[in-house]
């Protein structure tokens, strides 16, 4: 299996992963609907964006352009130290 295709699988496979986690939130939290939807499209366009670098060879990543909520901060935090 090529490199292209793992990194692809594991693209695929972290981000079902995280459409589970936003389903049970939604359940758990009674999320309404438009904030689900909101989430899930915006989600499947950052997985298509990472699709797409992984078949052009390319590693960098986008950055947010305005200032997120603090457990995000956090979150990307703890990313950027690994």
Not at 70 to 79: C, F, G, N, S, T
Request: contains cysteine; charged residues 30%.
């Amino acid at each position: 299996m090529k490199s292209d295709q793992i990194s692809e699988e594991l693209v695929s496979t972290l981000f079902r992963e995280e459409a589970l986690l936003i389903g049970r939130l939604a359940t758990n939290h009674s999320l309404e609907d438009d904030l689900v939807w909101e989430l899930c499209r915006n989600l499947d366009l950052i997985r298509m964006r990472f699709i797409k670098k992984i078949e052009q060879g390319q590693t960098e990543g986008s950055r947010l352009n305005s200032s997120p909520h603090p457990a995000v901060q956090e979150l990307l935090r703890k990313i950027k130290e690994n």
